[in-house]
């Protein structure tokens, strides 16, 4: 299956620390990691895991730091729509510091402010044969180009709703899964209920909203229900996230909405346990529901 990931790319700096810095403080890391990231980036990285060919719609460019980029994003075997190729000022950054008792994590980014590509030279025959769209709402005009030649095929279309992005309005309507975080809050939205009420408004009909170790509330089939998720002890939260939206995107291909993120939840906790953004691929092994049997990635994939 084809899988077509529109969105952030940056290069994360990831630090593993005991507690975080206090203003003019100076620490010594545990541990560090670098790795591309962003929402899409990440998503896409997951997707391609699972045995799929995910293909990036970014703007990564040509300054150095893009060749860090592009030499992991090989190394995954992704496939790259580069939206500026010739783009030579430097790509977003991220520094990120993770909290080792709590698996908590500090991050400050430029995200996508400087690096906006305009849609008006977008080639849509990448859509050809992609069987599933993730949108993450940080290349917002060429997304909504995508999401609506998405819906003219019938390709369905997922957004991550990390948090509310100017734009979005226009790509909702397009939308078949809304899987939002409990920071995304639409205009005049506060809590979920308003969250859940303006997504169903514009008509979409499969809605989640995440919250951490907290329940995933869902609304599908006129159902509003909620999925509990795993306990666990996390060791990086950085992530979880696009992970999960992932994740999602494999299962949603042959599953029904309510498993699967009942499946993408239980690839977003094992990711939890592990420090950094990949290493969680090579360690996914989880307690199967009844019983004490473990899951290997072969039972979850499949």
């Known amino acids: 299956m084809n899988g077509l990931f529109v969105g952030l790319t940056t290069l994360d700096i990831i630090y593993l620390a005991d507690h975080f810095p206090h203003s003019n403080e100076k620490i010594v890391a545990l541990d560090q990691t670098i790795a591309a990231g962003g929402p899409a980036t990440n998503a896409a990285i997951t997707f391609q895991h699972f045995g799929h060919q995910g293909t990036l719609l970014s703007m990564v460019g040509n300054h150095p730091i ?14 790259v729509f580069d939206l500026s190729p ?16 709590t698996g908590e994590r500090a991050v400050i980014s430029i995200n ?21 769209i993730l949108i993450d709402g940080h290349q917002m005009a060429v997304s909504q180009v995508i999401a609506q030649e998405a819906h003219f095929r019938g390709i369905p279309v997922v957004i991550d709703g990390g948090s509310w992005k100017p734009g979005f309005d226009q790509v909702l309507p397009y939308v078949d899964y809304a899987i939002c975080s409990a920071n995304f809050h639409p205009p005049n939205c506060y809590d979920n209920d308003d969250v859940f009420n303006y997504l169903k408004q514009v008509g979409i009909a499969n809605i989640a909203i995440t919250n951490g170790e907290n329940p995933i509330k869902y609304w599908t089939h006129q159902e509003f229900d909620s999925i509990e998720v795993s306990q666990i002890k ?26 699967s993120l009942a499946k993408a939840s239980e690839v977003a906790a094992v990711a939890c346990q592990s420090f950094g953004t990949r290493q969680w691929m090579e360690n996914l092994t989880i307690s199967a529901p009844d019983n004490n049997q473990k899951l290997t990635k072969n039972d979850l994939f499949f």
């Open 234 to 259: 996390a060791v990086d939260t950085l992530g979880a996230g696009d992970v999960f939206h992932g994740a999602f995107c494999h299962f949603i291909l042959s599953h029904n909405f309510i498993d």
């Open 86 to 101: 010739y783009h030579s000022s430097p790509p977003p950054t991220s520094s990120i510091i993770v909290n080792k008792l």
């Open 112 to 132: 996508a402010i400087k690096s906006q590509a305009k849609a008006d030279k977008l080639s849509l025959e990448m859509l050809q044969d992609i069987d599933i």
């Open 66 to 79: 893009s060749q860090l980029i592009c030499a992991e994003l090989e190394d995954c075997s992704l496939s």
